[in-house]
């Protein structure tokens, strides 16, 4: 069956960085975007950044400048790199597979983060 799973979150102060890993098995991830999305307490889920089977990219403007995303075909793995994290990136953060109508049918089960001194 198709899976995505997330690794990478943990507990960071103020101004760390993570490396979140999505890793896909039972289908080939290049051929699909692959976008990040977070959802935090009280919160709806929101998405942070995409990148298309062709390489583009998109991300959140609360998240523009301090995450990156990007591919690596080869280990069939999407990373989100969080940098200058603040507490308000809490959340859990999960990584879907979609075709180009925007429709994503593949959901992993999400990472947790936590910025806390």
């Known amino acids: 069956q198709e899976k995505l799973v997330e690794s990478g979150g943990g507990l960071v102060q103020p101004g760390g960085s993570l490396r979140l890993s999505c890793a896909a098995s039972g289908f080939i991830l290049d051929d699909y975007s692959i976008g990040w999305f977070r959802q935090a307490p009280g919160k709806e889920r929101e998405l942070v950044a995409t990148i298309t089977s062709g390489g583009s990219t998109y991300y959140a403007d609360s998240v523009k400048g301090r995450f990156t995303i990007s591919r690596d075909n080869a280990k069939n793995t999407v990373y989100l790199q969080v940098n200058s994290l603040q507490p308000e990136d809490t959340a859990v953060y999960y990584c879907?597979?979609?075709?180009?109508?925007?429709?994503?049918?593949?959901w992993g089960q999400g990472t947790q983060v936590t910025v806390s001194s």
């Open positions: 879907a597979a979609g075709g180009s109508g925007g429709n994503w049918v593949y």
